[in-house]
């Protein structure tokens, strides 16, 4: 079996002055050049109806060259979130989704790719009224301005006590908290309780 790609096994072609020549073929494949932006699109039409079948939110993908391969990243949400479980079937779903679209003779993406399923973080920018509407109770920072969503439905937000029409608001971001006060556990106090 031969080997390709080791020190020594293709000669190349060497310039003038010792300096190998820029147009030498490589020693391995490389990804197929793509564009990114087509291909974006023919996923998404392949996988976002298998996504909302299966309950979920397209919230986004991404696809990048990461060495000879692209790498598909998809993240996929639903009300009250997502579980490991949950990720595993979308993943799969997709993945046979994908395979059928190749077999049928349609070229979603030129040639190798890892497909990448997850759930959006807290970074994520809250955007929609679907993002809005599961962070309440969760404390944000939007235009400028930190508070509790403490309500949402399909015209805005309530922020604190003030209400915000969605077209008001910029993105908002959910502000890490560990614990509130509210709803942190003593021991001591559960310890009395059980006396």
């Not at 490991?84 to 077999?103: F, M």
């Not at 959006?120 to 955007?127: C, E, I, N, Q, W």
């Amino acid at each position: 079996m031969t080997q390709r790609g080791r020190a020594g096994s293709r000669p190349g072609h060497r310039r003038p002055g010792g300096g190998r020549d820029r147009d030498a073929a490589p020693d391995r494949p490389a990804a197929p050049r793509i564009d990114l932006a087509a291909a974006k699109a023919r996923v998404l039409a392949v996988i976002e109806p298998v996504v909302t079948a299966a309950g979920y939110d397209l919230e986004d993908i991404g696809l990048s060259r990461a060495g000879r391969r692209h790498v598909l990243r998809v993240l996929v949400d639903a009300d009250g979130g997502i579980s490991l479980d949950d990720v595993a079937l979308v993943s799969r779903a997709i993945s046979t989704a994908l395979d059928a679209a190749e077999e049928s003779g349609d070229e979603v993406i030129a040639g190798e790719y890892q497909l990448e399923v997850g759930s959006p973080g807290v970074d994520r920018p809250l955007t929609l009224p679907r993002h809005w509407r599961r962070n309440v109770g969760r404390l944000v920072t939007v235009n400028g301005q930190t508070g509790r969503v403490t309500a949402a439905d399909e015209t805005g937000i309530t922020l604190d006590s003030v209400v915000v029409a969605y077209a008001d608001l910029g993105p908002g971001r959910v502000q890490i908290e560990f614990k509130r006060m509210e709803e942190a556990e003593f021991e001591d106090e559960d310890e009395e309780g059980e006396e």
